[in-house]
């Protein structure tokens, strides 16, 4: 376990970076016995600090839920993150790419909750019984710690490199669908770069939004109503430059697009 100290620096040069839009060299290299419970030590500590200076927590994001995430990233379990209220965008946004220090979009669908949701042993339907609906959205994925060597003790350090969310489409009834086959075409300047299927998302995408709630149970935390939850990416992330737009198509659910300027 590392010092307290040691974490509040981390925590400091992350918010830092934050700030300038750089990355710093890997947690990880610099301290080889840092494990995740320091990494969410980290979190913590960013987290509370973004509050206290009036950051309001709206929600969190589930990463790493997918095969083809995983083989992204070589990071073989999932990890999470906080949502604040400065970084939610509506359909149709204009995102400024000078406030990422780099930008890949996932595509992923949003589960906005009506009751609380406790761990342990939170199941698909007690999800599905928590959510008032589920939205399509898009994941904007902005690491402040270098890309190369990452593991997954740096990635949630860095709040599991969550930038930003765009939502749109349709919201949707849990069980107006079966979530499971929900499918999505992402197109970056009207080229469709790649595609997917929710159930790429640990089979269904609110199993990712169970193991959410157990997760925090473990660190003292619990889902509350009016939160929303990234469920985590049914494809790989596509890189983005400035001046891009990004479409995604989530069929009977609807649309998003989002450009950055």
């Not at 206290?52 to 990463?63: E, S």
């Not at 992330?237 to 450009?259: A, E, F, H, K, N």
Request: one cysteine or more; charged letters at 25%; glycine letters at 8%.
């Amino acid at each position: 376990m590392l010092p307290a100290e040691t974490i509040a620096a981390i925590a400091d040069e992350l918010a830092e970076a934050d700030r300038s839009r750089t990355v710093v060299p890997r947690i990880t290299a610099r301290y080889p016995d840092a494990d995740v419970e320091d990494a969410y030590r980290i979190q913590r500590v960013w987290r509370d600090r973004a509050t206290a200076a009036g950051r309001r927590l709206v929600g969190r994001k589930i990463g790493l839920t997918s095969k083809a995430m995983q083989a992204a990233t070589g990071i073989d379990e999932p990890d999470y993150g906080v949502v604040l209220d400065d970084t939610v965008w509506p359909n149709g946004a204009t995102l400024p790419f000078d406030a990422f220090s780099n930008v890949r979009i996932e595509v992923e669908l949003a589960f906005l909750l009506r009751e609380p949701l406790e761990g342990p042993g939170r199941t698909v339907a007690d999800v599905l019984r928590a959510t008032e609906y589920v939205v399509p959205a898009l994941e904007v994925l902005n690491s402040h710690i270098e890309l190369e060597g990452r593991t997954i003790v740096d990635t949630i350090a860095d709040n599991a490199a969550y930038g930003a969310m765009v939502t749109g489409g349709n919201p949707t009834r849990p069980d107006a669908v079966d979530l499971r086959w929900v499918s999505a075409l992402l197109y970056r300047n009207e080229t469709i770069e790649e595609t997917g299927v929710a159930a790429g998302v640990l089979n269904h995408p609110a199993t990712g939004v169970a193991w959410l709630a157990d997760k925090l149970a473990q660190h003292g935390d619990r889902l509350e109503a009016g939160e929303i939850v990234l469920a985590g990416s049914f494809t790989r992330p596509v890189w983005v430059s400035r001046g891009d737009s990004v479409l995604c198509d989530y069929g009977p659910m609807g649309t998003i697009t989002c450009r950055f300027q």
